[in-house]
Structure formats: structure tokens, C-alpha cells
């Protein structure tokens, strides 16, 4: 709002005005009699009282006259009290009930009946194994559609498709690069020691990796974000959890879908740095400021350098028209008894900074298959690669960080020489820019493959038993070289470094829900249930110095003549866990919800396992 809004707002229901005697200097003071007898003939004080469909005093109603920033909340009988000009609008509102509107007449009470919002308030939303009704949650959950999520925009990953989608979520791009790791906090951070992403769930699967699906895979997205809706999933729950739903196969006739964009990105507003006789001029005044160099006029650089014809835009140099593109296909049918999904995704971006880009393929099958009336089961196939050409943008050695060499680097030194050899300054500071970001290798490629199938037994309409059991594989490498065409490089012969990380996670759980309804008002469902997890993974990383040519790059590192240093290891980790959940209606109107969850990991020691 502007201010003359707000400085009303603050002063409408006092004997106070006030006046404007420029941008940032206001005079407040007694109001004169007139003007005072205007105010309360313009604004008149209504009052009335807000119920439910039955007549009953409906609290925490938010009251608001449209177009405007006054407003307030009905207590706890339903009561409220606003000042609004005839004519003007008021909105009551609150969740669960449907937004109504009266416009303000000469009736100075009012009598407002709210309606369930019974779509909304029915519609079902999936929490830690199983589901449950909206209007019967406890905890706080935020429910996102497909339709959420691709909405517009460059998004190469689930987790950017929540980028500001979810209130208390925040969502970060670590690297601006291209297919960049991103950071996902639900409700803040809780630790400073370990890790504060969410735990993702993935069609029943716990994984470290929900953030880089394809966001077109994706039906719903869940979000548990308090102590409630959290419990069941113990510790590992602490940092919110996240529980995505895949699109699954539908039965009718087959649909084949296709959802793609091809755009552009640049550079926009780049800074507008100082040209080459400029930065030479400034050099030589501070020069100047040397003590003892005060009458020294060319001191940095000689007045025939200064003639210099030499001027180079380093981000002009760097930067390029970035084109993107995302391609989707998906194919769904079935009939009652057998649902199939298949669907195959390309993604590629290319940075707008020269050398850098990002490219992930994506293959899914989803089947759901009924048995019998009541069995069913079904099985997901799901597998990625992703390919990035990588740069370093961290710390203050301008031969590393690629940006701060292009932002700082002397624009009296060309790009290349005569021979075609990267430009230097003589004795110049840090190398040159185009040389650290083309002739560098950064390559990192991470292989992704997922498969579980699930078995439904439900041997009376009251009791449901599920099982689940998968395997997730992750491959992770990472090679980089840097050549003897580069300041360092030429100095150390050329430097490689190859690491390559592998994991694998099993993963088995069973539940059993009983969910009945008793006279109409008590509605009860309790689960109980058992999960066995093992994970497995190793790294080991590789860096050596003093190549004979730069042919080779980080491919034969049996070519260098210095091994640098050398890492390896290896961890076996085991979690097993028991978990139960009551959760029980009286009415639609009193909630309870009871969760207890016992964890015992591998990782501590025998006497101190389970928690």
C-alpha cells in the first residue's frame, strides 16, 4: 500500500490527521471538527455475527472490505465489528468453508452464514503410508497438483518446480549453473552439524535423490511440515518430509501426450564495467597515492600504453545466448483390471556462461494391475541420466572462480594473442579468464535407476495389509582437468582429478490399516506397520599432476607422472523401524491423532541401537 493508505489505516478510528510536507517528512495533529464529523459520516461501524450452515458460531473467520487493507477475525462466538463505507464490499473467509462476499448497505448488522466447502474439504491427500481426508488432518500438510508444479518457467528438477509454491518451504539454487543442486527447507533449519534437506518418499520409496525427478512424472506433492504429520517417519522426519505421487496409468482408451518448450536465456542488465583507457587512467591515479609517487603521472602504465587500442568486455566474452529446451512423452491406458504408464523426458539447457550446460533423459513405466477383487498390485520402473558441464564460483583465487576472474580481469589485455595463444599481462595478476573457462574440463555425470512393486491385500472392506519392497542405484563421477594452456595448469603440467561415488539402498515395509466408521460419528483407523532398510555406498577419488600433453584430459590418469592424492571408502548401514498410527473423528469435528515410531540403526553401538 502507499503511504497515504497506510497513514489513513492508522488514523481513521482516532481524533488525529495528518500532512505531507514532503516525500519523507510528515505532520500529525488534532483534527478539526469538520473534518472529524466527515470521517464518521463516511465511515460507519458494522457489526454482526458469522455461523456455519447449522447456525453455529463459527470463530477465526477472516473479515475483509475488498480492495483494501482493513480488516479483522470473528472471536469466539462469531462476533465481529469493522468500519467500511456504504457501498464497499466486505469478504468472510476461512479454510474448510466457501468465500462469501455482502456489500455494504444502510443495515448495520449483519447475519453471515458460511457454507462447507465439501470438494475441498473431502478431497484426499497422501500422508506417511496411507491417506486420509483433508478436513480430518491434525498436522500441517501443503497439497501441490501436477498443475502446480509446471506452471511455467525453466524448471529442470522437482525441486525447482516448488520454488515458492508452498508457504514455509524455502527453496535454493546452491550454483546458478545450469542443472545447479538446489537446498529445500521446510520451516527453517534445524541443524549445524548434519543435513537439513527433507526426507523425500517416492511412491512409497524413502530417497535421498525426490529433488532431481522429472517434475512432468509428478501427480501430487505432499509436504509434512510439523511435529504430527512428521512422527511417522521418526527422526529422519525432522527436517520435513516431502511425499511425491507419479502419474500412474488410466483405463479407457490409450492417450498419447506430449509436453515440450524450446526458449532462450541471456545475460540481462550486465554490469557496465570500465573500458580499457579508463581502467589504465584510474590505475595510474592510484599509483599517484603512493606515498613518495605523487608526481609520477604514468606510473602504472606509459603514456604510449595508453594509446592502446586494446578494450575487452570480458562478460561480453563469456556469456552467450543460452537455448533450452524440454521435451515429454507420455503414454497411458489400460483397462479395470491392468493400468499402464510409460513416459520418456529430455531436458537441456545450455549456461549462458560459455562452457557450461546440463542435459538429463528420463524413462519411467508405472503398472497398477487388480488381481482380483481384493488383491492388486502393481511395479515402477524408473532411470536417469544426467550429463553437466560444471564451473567453480566459490572462494577468492581468481584461477578458480571462474566469475571473479571475469569480473576483475585487466580489459587492457586482448582475448587472444597473434598466434591464437590466450592473452597475460605481463606479470599480471591471475590468468586469463577465457582461458580458466574453455579450457578447463568439469564433467560430471550421475546415472539414477529405481525399481519397487507393491502387493494390496484386502481381505474385508475394513482392513487393508500392504507391502512394498524396492531397490534404488546411484552412480555418481566426476572428472576434471585442468590444461597447460591455463596459468596453473602450465605450471603443474596439467592437473586431473577423477572421484566416483556408487550406493545402493533396499528397502522393505509392511502395514496393515483397519479404518471403520462406528454409528455415523466415530471414525477410527489405526496402522501399524514395519520397515528394513540397507544401504550401501563408496567413494574413492583420484588427483594427479605432470602430463606430457593435454590429448588425454582426466581419461588417462596412468599418464601423469605425480599422484597427488588418493581417497577411498566404503560403509554398510542397516535401519529397521516399527510404527503406529491411531487417528480418530467424532463427528467430523474432534481430530486425534497418536503416532509412536521405535528406530534401530546399524550406526550406533550394540547397547545403544534403538531409539
Not at 522426519?237 to 526458449?263: D, E, F, L, M, P
Not at 495389509?465 to 555418481?476: D, F, K, M, P, T
Amino acid at each position: 500500500a502507499d503511504l497515504p493508505k497506510v497513514m489513513e489505516a492508522l488514523l481513521h478510528s482516532t481524533s488525529l490527521t495528518y500532512r505531507m510536507i514532503n516525500d519523507s517528512l510528515i505532520s500529525i495533529g488534532e483534527q478539526k471538527e469538520g473534518i472529524r464529523y466527515e470521517k464518521k459520516m463516511e465511515l460507519a461501524l458494522i457489526k454482526g455475527k458469522v455461523t456455519d450452515e447449522k447456525g453455529k458460531p463459527l470463530p477465526g473467520v477472516s473479515v475483509l472490505v475488498s480492495g483494501s487493507n482493513r480488516g479483522t477475525i470473528a472471536d469466539e462466538n462469531g462476533n465481529f465489528s469493522i468500519d467500511a463505507k456504504p457501498g464497499e464490499t466486505l469478504e468472510f473467509s476461512i479454510v474448510g468453508y466457501i468465500t462469501s462476499t455482502v456489500k455494504v448497505g444502510s443495515d448495520a448488522a449483519l447475519s453471515i452464514k458460511l457454507q462447507p466447502d465439501v470438494a475441498d474439504l473431502s478431497s484426499v491427500v497422501v500422508i506417511g503410508y496411507g491417506t486420509q481426508k483433508k478436513g480430518d488432518l491434525t498436522g500441517a500438510i501443503t497439497s501441490l497438483k501436477a498443475s502446480d508444479l509446471t506452471s511455467g518457467g525453466t524448471v529442470s528438477n522437482a525441486a525447482q518446480a516448488l520454488q515458492g509454491r508452498a508457504a514455509g518451504v524455502m527453496v535454493v539454487q546452491n550454483s546458478k549453473a545450469p542443472g545447479g543442486s538446489m537446498s529445500v527447507r521446510v520451516r527453517g533449519s534445524n541443524s549445524i552439524s548434519s543435513t537439513n534437506e527433507p526426507l523425500y518418499i517416492v511412491d512409497g520409496f524413502a530417497t535421498t535423490n525426490g529433488a532431481d525427478l522429472n517434475p512432468n512424472d509428478i501427480e501430487s506433492m505432499e509436504i509434512l511440515k510439523d511435529a504430527s504429520a512428521t512422527a511417522i517417519y521418526g527422526a529422519r522426519g525432522a527436517n520435513g518430509v516431502i511425499i511425491i505421487t507419479t502419474k500412474r496409468g488410466k483405463s479407457g482408451k490409450a492417450q498419447i501426450i506430449y509436453n515440450g518448450y524450446v526458449g532462450a536465456q541471456k545475460v540481462q542488465n550486465p554490469f557496465h564495467m570500465l573500458d580499457g583507457k579508463q581502467y589504465m587512467t584510474l590505475a595510474n591515479e592510484l599509483y599517484k597515492e603512493i606515498d613518495g609517487q605523487q608526481n609520477q603521472e604514468y606510473g602504472a602504465y606509459t603514456q604510449s600504453q595508453l594509446q592502446s587500442a586494446v578494450n575487452t568486455d570480458w562478460i561480453k566474452e563469456a556469456t552467450r545466448l543460452g537455448i533450452v529446451h524440454n521435451h515429454n512423452l507420455q503414454v497411458q491406458g489400460g483397462n479395470e483390471n491392468t493400468k499402464i504408464l510409460t513416459s520418456i523426458g529430455y531436458f537441456d539447457q545450455e549456461g549462458v556462461l560459455k562452457n557450461t550446460k546440463y542435459s538429463r533423459f528420463s524413462g519411467r513405466v508405472n503398472v497398477d494391475q487388480k488381481i482380483n477383487s481384493f488383491i492388486k498390485s502393481g511395479a515402477t520402473l524408473y532411470g536417469q541420466r544426467s550429463n553437466s558441464n560444471i564451473q567453480d564460483y566459490s572462494g577468492n583465487i581468481l584461477q578458480s572462480n571462474v566469475l571473479l576472474g571475469i569480473l576483475g580481469y585487466d580489459p587492457t589485455v586482448p582475448v587472444y594473442n597473434a598466434d591464437g595463444t590466450f592473452g597475460r599481462p605481463p606479470g599480471g595478476r591471475g590468468d586469463n579468464p577465457l582461458a580458466n573457462l574453455l579450457g578447463r574440463q568439469n564433467e560430471l555425470v550421475q546415472d539414477r535407476f529405481n525399481g519397487n512393486a507393491y502387493l494390496e491385500i484386502k481381505p474385508i472392506p475394513e482392513l487393508t495389509g500392504r507391502v512394498n519392497g524396492g531397490v534404488e542405484i546411484a552412480h555418481y563421477s566426476i572428472g576434471k582437468y585442468l590444461p597447460r594452456s591455463t596459468y596453473q595448469g602450465g605450471i603443474d603440467g596439467g592437473v586431473a582429478s577423477a572421484s566416483d561415488y556408487a550406493s545402493t539402498r533396499q528397502l522393505f515395509d509392511g502395514t496393515l490399516t483397519y479404518n471403520k466408521t462406528f454409528n455415523d460419528v466415530h471414525a477410527l483407523t489405526v496402522l501399524g506397520g514395519y520397515a528394513y532398510e540397507k544401504t550401501y555406498y563408496s567413494f574413492r577419488s583420484l588427483s594427479v599432476s605432470g602430463f606430457s600433453t593435454d590429448l588425454y584430459g582426466f581419461n588417462n590418469m596412468d599418464a601423469a607422472s605425480t599422484i597427488t592424492s588418493s581417497n577411498y571408502y566404503k560403509q554398510e548401514s542397516i535401519l529397521i523401524s516399527f510404527f503406529g498410527r491411531l487417528n480418530y473423528s467424532y463427528n467430523d469435528k474432534y481430530l486425534l491423532t497418536f503416532t509412536l515410531r521405535r528406530d534401530g540403526s546399524s550406526r550406533f553401538g550394540a547397547n545403544h541401537r534403538w531409539g
